[in-house]
């Protein structure tokens, strides 16, 4: 085995770990592999001899990537993903590989990842790093161009956004399971008092059709959420439903004639749906992996 071959495997034994970082701090399952394949492409050209831990350096090169990305997207005016649902990870609902467990580890929902879009990048970034992957603030510093205590203080105004925003989901699958499918059979029989049983009184819904749908749409509380009934019924009705795990909680993918139609996460937080987020935009659907369908 030469230098170069090496290398290579060198880094794919830590790929799975960096397309996580990536895709927390950047919510596109396309970006992540991208700012994956830049950190390969610096660590190719850079005299790696003295780096003694290999995963740390690689983790603060993507976070560097992630960070650049962020900002371009913020100094291009484009559409946030505060009108975009981030991209969901779908699995088979008796559970995902191993590869899309690295990505989804630490109940990583598109709830969560929502309100990370919302925060400044600088703070995204030193959340993601020392939470969810604990990297020291000495180490996370130089990336953001601040001192190890400015760092801190940025994970800290983060980490208090995060945990006002985001709910704690049902550790419990087959507990979320159950809520899920108390939903679609409300949905189904057209039963209003069961909808509004099985909702939170502060339940928020997302709904991203894409272009044909003028962003993000937000439906919040139970009675505006449980208004919805017809909608929910048409779509019990119509369209196939495949359980499935989307960012390891459960959910389900509908489709018709074969094609999906959309992707729905639930977070159950104490036996109730407290946020659903629908996916429906058919050029994101496209790409996703959803060959759970084919089961």
């Given at each position: 085995m030469n230098d170069s071959d090496y290398l290579a495997d060198r880094?794919?034994?830590?790929?799975?770990?960096?397309?996580?970082?990536?895709?927390?701090?950047?919510?596109?399952?396309?970006?992540?592999?991208?700012?994956?394949?830049?950190?390969w492409l610096r660590l190719s050209r850079t005299d790696t001899s003295d780096v003694t831990n290999l995963g740390g350096w690689l983790?603060?090169?993507?976070?560097?990537?992630?960070?650049?990305?962020?900002?371009?997207?913020?100094?291009?005016?484009?559409?946030?993903?505060?009108?975009?649902?981030?991209?969901?990870?779908?699995?088979p609902a008796d559970g995902a590989d191993p590869e899309q467990q690295a990505l989804i580890a630490d109940s990583v929902g598109l709830a969560l990842l929502v309100v990370l879009e919302s925060l400044a990048p600088a703070e995204r970034l030193a959340f993601v790093l020392h939470d969810m992957f604990g990297v020291p603030f000495e180490e996370i510093a130089p990336i953001v161009g601040r001192t190890p205590a400015a760092a801190r203080k940025m994970a800290s105004r983060a980490r208090t956004r995060v945990r006002g925003a985001a709910p704690a989901p049902d550790p419990d699958l087959a507990r979320q399971r159950?809520?899920?499918?108390?939903?679609?059979?409300?949905?189904?029989?057209?039963?209003?008092?069961?909808?509004?049983?099985?909702?939170?009184?502060?339940v928020?819904?997302?709904?991203?059709r894409g272009a044909v749908?003028?962003?993000?749409?937000?439906?919040?509380?139970?009675?505006?959420?449980?208004?919805?009934?017809?909608?929910?019924?048409?779509?019990a009705t119509a369209y196939a439903v495949h359980p499935a795990l989307v960012n390891g909680m459960a959910g389900f993918v509908s489709a018709a004639d074969g094609q999906p139609m959309s992707v729905l996460s639930f977070t159950v937080a104490d036996g109730r749906i407290a946020a659903i987020d629908i996916l429906s935009d058919p050029g994101r659907l496209a790409g996703l992996d959803l060959s759970l369908l084919d089961a």
């Open positions: 880094f794919e034994a830590h790929r799975s770990h960096l397309k996580a970082v990536a895709y927390r701090m950047l919510g596109s399952l396309a970006e992540a592999d991208d700012a994956v394949q830049e950190a983790t603060t090169v993507v976070g560097r990537v992630c960070l650049d990305m962020l900002r371009s997207r913020t100094s291009r005016r484009e559409g946030s993903f505060e009108e975009h649902l981030p991209d969901p990870v779908v699995s159950q809520a899920v499918d108390a939903f679609l059979a409300a949905a189904r029989d057209g039963d209003f008092h069961a909808l509004v049983a099985i909702l939170d009184p502060d928020v819904l997302r709904a991203d749908g003028a962003g993000l749409v937000r439906v919040n509380g139970v009675a505006a959420v449980a208004g919805m009934l017809d909608t929910f019924h048409r779509f």
